[in-house]
């Protein structure tokens, strides 16, 4: 004869409970400890930046590119750094709950790209030169500021992740997913085209070329300046603002 157990929902529960207990012991994750250390990584050189972990990335321009670390012990113990394609990847190869890492980068060359994928920022600490394409994009809760005089702009900003622009361009194409945010009130513009998606928001400045928006969803974008022509397609209760 066959005996058949039948486990209470409430034993279920606290199952499950030593179950996730028991993951923690295992370190899966751990926090940042020890000493905050600072390190100069000697790297391939590069123009493009991908950040895919959490940390503060400080660019400054100079005559010869460097890279400096400041990290806690263990957090260094897991750097996983690499020059791919001519953009410099940085990662960490261990996870952690909570940690404290900044990075700054000396460019000796024009900055061609910046990728944030996750929590991590990037900021220039004075104005960079730029390549006449530069490509930003930020996924996730991350967030570019950048200072720069460029000829052409496109963003990418999908997540709640935002971007804060000042200086000059030609031209800025941007696409603006989800509830993400662009503040671009600092960065003159000749001509701008403006695509979101959701509930983002854009703020922009056109002097005398063309604003061209595209707004799905309730998203809304705001502008300055006086731009030569104001092209518009609204499709839900999104919004196209003059905030002069």
Excluded at 175 to 190: F, H, P
Aim: charged content about 20%; some cysteine.
């Amino acid at each position: 004869m066959k005996t058949f157990f039948s486990l209470s929902p409430l034993l279920i529960m606290l199952l499950v409970a030593m179950s996730s207990s028991g993951c923690d012991q295992l370190n899966i994750c751990e926090n940042g400890r020890g000493s905050t250390l600072e390190e100069s990584l000697d790297m391939a050189s590069f123009s493009g930046i991908d950040l895919r972990t959490n940390a503060n990335v400080y660019l400054i321009a100079g005559d010869s590119q460097s890279v400096s670390v400041q990290a806690q012990e263990n957090v260094f113990e897991a750097l996983d750094f690499e020059v791919v394609d001519s953009v410099l990847v940085i990662d960490l190869n261990k996870c952690f709950y909570s940690y404290d890492m900044d990075v700054y980068l000396t460019l000796d060359q024009p900055l061609s790209s910046v990728e944030v994928s996750g929590s991590g920022d990037v900021f220039t600490l004075e104005k960079v030169d730029v390549a006449s394409l530069l490509s930003l994009e930020v996924s996730g809760s991350g967030e570019i500021s950048l200072e720069a005089d460029a000829d052409q702009i496109e963003n990418r900003i999908s997540g709640s992740g935002g971007m804060n622009l000042s200086g000059s361009a030609n031209s800025i194409e941007t696409r603006l997913s989800s509830s993400g945010s662009l503040d671009g009130y600092s960065m003159t513009t000749q001509d701008q085209k403006v695509m979101v998606t959701g509930s983002g928001k854009a703020k922009v400045h056109v002097e005398g070329g063309t604003l061209d928006v595209t707004i799905s969803g309730s998203g809304t974008v705001y502008y300055r300046g006086t731009p030569g022509s104001v092209n518009t397609s609204v499709t839900g209760s999104g919004r196209l603002v003059d905030d002069n």
